[in-house]
C-alpha cells in the first residue's frame, strides 16, 4: 500500500511539475511596434460618414430587391465625398449595386489585396425607433459619437476605408501592389449577389490575392476577463450559417378532446430535445493559437489554465464557444384557441463550426428529433470556410500596425461567431481575415443590428488612420 501511495505522490508530483514548466514556458507573443507619425485627420470625416448614414440601404430578406434610389443615391454621394477616388481608380458596378474599385500597383510582380467592408444595413425595429437616442437614419453628430444604423455594421469602416484613400491620393501616394476594394450590396442577406459575384469576376480573371480583410474582428474593450490591455481580434476564420425548419402534421382536432401527442406539444418537445443535444464542443483551429496568444498576458491562474489545454479543455471550450451553436429563432402554428392545428413549425439557427458542414448538422437534428418531425434547410445556408493562418505574412503586417499604431493593445488570433462576405474570397485569395480597429465593450456589442447603433468620433478616426497606415505598410 505505502509503495502504491508513493508511486501516486509521484505521479501527482510529476503532473505539477509538467503543469507549472507548461505555464512558465509560455512567453508573450506580442511583437514590437515600430514609431509612426500619425496622419492628421480632418473633423469633415464626421460629416461625410453621417450623410452616409442617411441613405437606407436597407437589405430586408433575400426575396426584396434593393431600394435603387437609396443606393444610386449612395453611389453618387461616393463620387461627390471622393472626387481623387472616382478619378484615379477604376470602378466597375458589379450586379447594378456592388462596387468593385481598382488601384493599380506600380509592380504587377507583387500579389494584390482585397479590402472589403458591405454598403447594406439592417432594418430598423418599428416599434423601437422612440429608445434611440436620436432617428436611426438621421447620422445624427454628438460631442462624442456619430450615432445611426450602419455606423457600426458597416458603413464606419467602409467610409473610414475610402477616407484614408482619398488621403493617401492627394499626398501622392502610389501602391506597389494592386489593391482592390470590394463593396457589396447584400451582405445581411447572405452576399451572394454581390459579393459573392464579385469574387466569381476576379476569380474569372484569374486574380490571386496576397489577403483579404473585411469586417469581423474588432478592439474588445473589458471583453476578455483576466486582460486590463484593450484586445485587438484578428479573426482568421467564421463559423457556418444553416437554419433549419421544423414542420409537424397531424389531423389536429378539438381542444376539449385533446391526443395523446399534440401538434404543438411535439414541435415543442424537438426544441428542448434539441436545446439539451448540442453538438460537441472541439479544440479546433484556430483555438490553440488564441490561447498561445491570450495566456501570456493573463494571470497566473488563467495563464495555468491556457497552457495546459490538455487538461483544462472542458472549460476552455465551453468559455470560448467552441461548438456549433442552437438557437430557435421563429415559431408558428394554432389559428384558434380551441382547435389544435393540423401544422405546427419552427424555425432553428445554428452557427456551424469548421470541421463540421450543412449536412452534418442535419443529420444531428434528425438524429435527435422524432420522426414525427419534418426538417427542411430554411434560406442563406453557407458551410464554415477554410481558417487562416496567423503565421502568413499578412497577418504580421495586420499585427505590426496595430502594435505601432496602439502599443498598449493585446493582438491576438480568433474565430468570428457571425458570417461574413469574405467567405467568398477563399478562390482568389491566400489569406483572409476579418479586423478593423472598432472598440467595443459589453454595452455596444448590444448595438450590433440593435437599439443606438453609434460609433465613437475618436475611434473613427482610429478606424481610418489603421487603414491609411496598413495601406502603407502592405507597400
Same mark, same amino acid.
Given at each position: 500500500?505505502?509503495?502504491?501511495?508513493?508511486?501516486?505522490?509521484?505521479?501527482?508530483?510529476?503532473?505539477?511539475?509538467?503543469?507549472?514548466?507548461?505555464?512558465?514556458?509560455?512567453?508573450?507573443?506580442?511583437?514590437?511596434?515600430?514609431?509612426?507619425?500619425?496622419?492628421?485627420?480632418?473633423?469633415?470625416?464626421?460629416?461625410?460618414?453621417?450623410?452616409?448614414?442617411?441613405?437606407?440601404?436597407?437589405?430586408?430578406?433575400?426575396?426584396?430587391?434593393?431600394?435603387?434610389?437609396?443606393?444610386?443615391?449612395?453611389?453618387?454621394?461616393?463620387?461627390?465625398?471622393?472626387?481623387?477616388?472616382?478619378?484615379?481608380?477604376?470602378?466597375?458596378?458589379? +450586379?447594378?449595386?456592388?462596387?468593385?474599385?481598382?488601384?493599380? &500597383?506600380?509592380?504587377?510582380?507583387?500579389?494584390?489585396?482585397?479590402?472589403?467592408?458591405?454598403?447594406?444595413?439592417?432594418?430598423?425595429?418599428?416599434?423601437?425607433?422612440?429608445?434611440? #437616442?436620436?432617428?436611426?437614419?438621421?447620422?445624427?453628430?454628438?460631442?462624442?459619437?456619430?450615432?445611426?444604423?450602419?455606423? *457600426?455594421?458597416?458603413?464606419?469602416?467602409?467610409?473610414?476605408?475610402?477616407?484614408?484613400?482619398?488621403?493617401?491620393?492627394?499626398?501622392?501616394?502610389?501602391?506597389?501592389?494592386?489593391? $482592390?476594394?470590394?463593396? &457589396?450590396?447584400?451582405?445581411?442577406?447572405?452576399?451572394?449577389?454581390?459579393?459573392?459575384?464579385?469574387?466569381?469576376?476576379?476569380?474569372?480573371?484569374?486574380?490571386?490575392?496576397?489577403?483579404? *480583410?473585411?469586417?469581423?474582428?474588432?478592439?474588445?474593450?473589458?471583453?476578455?476577463?483576466?486582460? #486590463?490591455?484593450?484586445?485587438?481580434?484578428?479573426?482568421?476564420?467564421?463559423?457556418?450559417?444553416?437554419?433549419?425548419?421544423?414542420?409537424?402534421?397531424?389531423?389536429?382536432?378539438?381542444?376539449?378532446?385533446?391526443?395523446?401527442?399534440?401538434?404543438? &406539444?411535439?414541435?415543442?418537445?424537438?426544441?428542448?430535445?434539441? #436545446?439539451?443535444?448540442?453538438?460537441? $464542443?472541439?479544440?479546433?483551429?484556430?483555438?490553440?493559437?488564441?490561447?498561445?496568444?491570450?495566456?501570456?498576458?493573463?494571470?497566473? =491562474?488563467?495563464?495555468?489554465?491556457?497552457?495546459?489545454?490538455?487538461?483544462?479543455?472542458?472549460?476552455?471550450?465551453?468559455? =470560448?464557444?467552441?461548438?456549433?451553436?442552437?438557437?430557435?429563432?421563429?415559431?408558428?402554428? &394554432?389559428?384558434?384557441?380551441?382547435?389544435?392545428?393540423?401544422?405546427?413549425?419552427?424555425?432553428?439557427?445554428?452557427?456551424?463550426?469548421?470541421?463540421?458542414?450543412?449536412?452534418?448538422?442535419?443529420?444531428?437534428?434528425?438524429?435527435?428529433?422524432?420522426?414525427?418531425?419534418?426538417?427542411?434547410?430554411?434560406?442563406?445556408?453557407? +458551410?464554415?470556410?477554410?481558417?487562416?493562418?496567423?503565421?502568413?505574412?499578412?497577418?504580421?503586417?495586420?499585427?505590426?500596425?496595430?502594435?505601432?499604431?496602439?502599443?498598449?493593445?493585446?493582438?491576438?488570433?480568433?474565430?468570428?461567431?457571425?458570417?461574413?462576405?469574405?467567405?467568398?474570397? $477563399?478562390?482568389?485569395?491566400?489569406?483572409?481575415?476579418?479586423?478593423?480597429? *472598432?472598440?467595443?465593450?459589453?454595452?455596444?456589442?448590444?448595438?450590433?443590428?440593435?437599439?443606438?447603433?453609434?460609433?465613437?468620433?475618436?475611434?473613427?478616426?482610429?478606424?481610418?488612420?489603421?487603414?491609411?497606415? *496598413?495601406?502603407?505598410?502592405? +507597400?
Amino acid at each position: 500500500m505505502k509503495k502504491i501511495l508513493l508511486w501516486l505522490m509521484l505521479l501527482l508530483l510529476a503532473a505539477v511539475a509538467f503543469i507549472l514548466f507548461n505555464t512558465f514556458r509560455m512567453s508573450s507573443k506580442q511583437v514590437e511596434g515600430e514609431p509612426v507619425e500619425k496622419v492628421a485627420i480632418s473633423d469633415q470625416v464626421f460629416e461625410n460618414l453621417s450623410k452616409a448614414i442617411q441613405f437606407k440601404t436597407i437589405s430586408f430578406n433575400e426575396d426584396t430587391p434593393p431600394d435603387s434610389t437609396e443606393f444610386f443615391g449612395f453611389h453618387r454621394f461616393l463620387e461627390q465625398t471622393f472626387p481623387l477616388i472616382h478619378s484615379k481608380l477604376k470602378l466597375e458596378k458589379i +450586379n447594378t449595386y456592388s462596387l468593385l474599385y481598382t488601384w493599380e &500597383g506600380s509592380d504587377p510582380s507583387m500579389k494584390p489585396i482585397i479590402l472589403m467592408s458591405h454598403q447594406d444595413v439592417v432594418p430598423v425595429d418599428e416599434p423601437t425607433i422612440n429608445q434611440w #437616442e436620436a432617428p436611426p437614419f438621421e447620422g445624427r453628430i454628438t460631442d462624442t459619437h456619430i450615432i445611426g444604423r450602419g455606423t *457600426m455594421d458597416d458603413k464606419g469602416t467602409l467610409i473610414g476605408l475610402l477616407e484614408s484613400v482619398e488621403k493617401l491620393l492627394s499626398e501622392g501616394f502610389q501602391p506597389s501592389r494592386t489593391i $482592390y476594394i470590394a463593396s &457589396g450590396h447584400d451582405e445581411e442577406v447572405g452576399g451572394p449577389r454581390g459579393a459573392g459575384k464579385i469574387a466569381e469576376l476576379l476569380k474569372e480573371r484569374g486574380i490571386k490575392a496576397a489577403m483579404t *480583410m473585411d469586417e469581423g474582428g474588432f478592439i474588445a474593450e473589458g471583453l476578455v476577463p483576466g486582460i #486590463e490591455s484593450p484586445v485587438a481580434m484578428i479573426n482568421l476564420g467564421e463559423k457556418g450559417f444553416a437554419s433549419f425548419r421544423l414542420i409537424v402534421k397531424t389531423n389536429g382536432g378539438h381542444s376539449s378532446a385533446p391526443p395523446k401527442e399534440n401538434t404543438i &406539444g411535439i414541435l415543442a418537445k424537438a426544441i428542448v430535445d434539441l #436545446e439539451n443535444n448540442q453538438l460537441p $464542443y472541439k479544440m479546433i483551429d484556430p483555438i490553440p493559437q488564441q490561447l498561445e496568444y491570450l495566456g501570456p498576458e493573463m494571470p497566473f =491562474f488563467t495563464r495555468m489554465v491556457f497552457a495546459n489545454p490538455w487538461l483544462f479543455k472542458k472549460q476552455i471550450l465551453e468559455g =470560448f464557444n467552441v461548438h456549433t451553436t442552437t438557437a430557435p429563432t421563429i415559431i408558428d402554428g &394554432g389559428v384558434k384557441n380551441n382547435v389544435i392545428p393540423t401544422v405546427a413549425e419552427a424555425t432553428i439557427n445554428f452557427r456551424i463550426l469548421p470541421g463540421e458542414t450543412i449536412e452534418s448538422t442535419q443529420a444531428h437534428i434528425e438524429s435527435i428529433v422524432s420522426d414525427k418531425v419534418q426538417v427542411e434547410p430554411v434560406g442563406f445556408l453557407t +458551410n464554415p470556410p477554410p481558417v487562416s493562418s496567423a503565421d502568413a505574412e499578412p497577418y504580421k503586417v495586420l499585427e505590426k500596425t496595430m502594435r505601432s499604431l496602439h502599443p498598449e493593445t493585446v493582438v491576438v488570433p480568433g474565430l468570428v461567431g457571425g458570417a461574413t462576405d469574405s467567405r467568398y474570397f $477563399y478562390p482568389v485569395s491566400e489569406q483572409v481575415y476579418r479586423f478593423h480597429p *472598432m472598440r467595443l465593450d459589453s454595452t455596444s456589442m448590444q448595438r450590433f443590428h440593435g437599439i443606438d447603433e453609434k460609433l465613437g468620433k475618436e475611434n473613427y478616426k482610429e478606424i481610418i488612420q489603421f487603414c491609411y497606415q *496598413m495601406i502603407k505598410n502592405f +507597400n
